[in-house]
């Protein structure tokens, strides 16, 4: 008894106000079920140089609207060695469907061992892939100063990796602009805001049937 209130009474109260709090709360398995895109890449994919929302991933997110989760990992200067030091906590903390990898062009420009580039994305994929998740290749090409041999061996790591682990692949990110007046900032490494709509195009391809195996297509991953 408290202060003439039997016991009973009062558990039974608090039992009701419990019951009446949990049914206001959505369901623990409905939190966000949405399935989780995560980009690990370097400039090209942080939109350098121009406004975020101008680059190929806020482009990609604005087609997908509320369907996907895009988390965006990409790091300016990033090589393949230092995504692969990142991917391990990416994995962990974002638990992604699927995993775009965007890396590469900084060990070329800085002339890195291809076999070096080649260990570390391989090991990228298959980290991905114990993960659970699909993984899409974006290939990159390097300016022909660096010599036909180490350009070769440079672009070859990507269909070899591809073919190896039966992942799809985007041959090469920069197709159509790369060459093309107006597509390239001064630097002549980094995409335009005018670019980057073919960059999504380039990427989209390959990455629209990773998404329908997600529920229902929606209008947006029924793009061509």
């Not at 398995?29 to 140089?49: K, M, N, W």
């Not at 989760?69 to 990142?86: C, H, K, L, P, Q």
């Not at 995993?99 to 062009?105: P, S, W």
């Amino acid at each position: 008894m408290v202060r003439g209130f039997p016991l009973d009474w009062i558990r039974k109260s608090i039992g009701l106000a419990l019951c009446a709090l949990l049914m206001t709360l959505p369901p623990l398995g409905h939190a966000d079920e949405r399935p989780v895109l995560l980009i690990v890449g370097d400039s090209l994919s942080t939109a350098y140089g121009i406004e975020r929302e101008a680059g190929w991933v806020s482009l990609l997110e604005a087609r997908l609207g509320e369907e996907v989760r895009v988390v965006n990992a990409s790091i300016s200067g990033e090589t393949s060695s230092g995504g692969a030091s990142r991917l391990p906590e990416l994995l962990g903390q974002h638990d992604p469907d699927i995993v775009l990898l965007e890396l590469g062009g900084n060990d070329g420009l800085r002339g890195l061992p291809p076999s070096q580039l080649e260990a570390n994305l391989a090991g990228m994929i298959e980290a991905s892939l114990e993960a659970d998740a699909q993984v899409l290749l974006l290939g990159i090409d390097i300016p022909p100063n660096y010599g036909q041999a180490y350009r070769n061996a440079f672009t070859g790591v990507f269909p070899r990796l591809a073919a190896t682990y039966e992942v799809p692949l985007v041959p090469f990110l920069l197709e159509n602009v790369a060459l093309e007046p107006g597509m390239m900032q001064e630097d002549g490494i980094h995409p335009t805001a005018d670019a980057q709509p073919t960059i999504l195009d380039n990427v989209w391809p390959e990455l629209a049937p990773l998404l329908k195996r997600y529920g229902e297509p929606t209008a947006a991953i029924g793009q061509d």
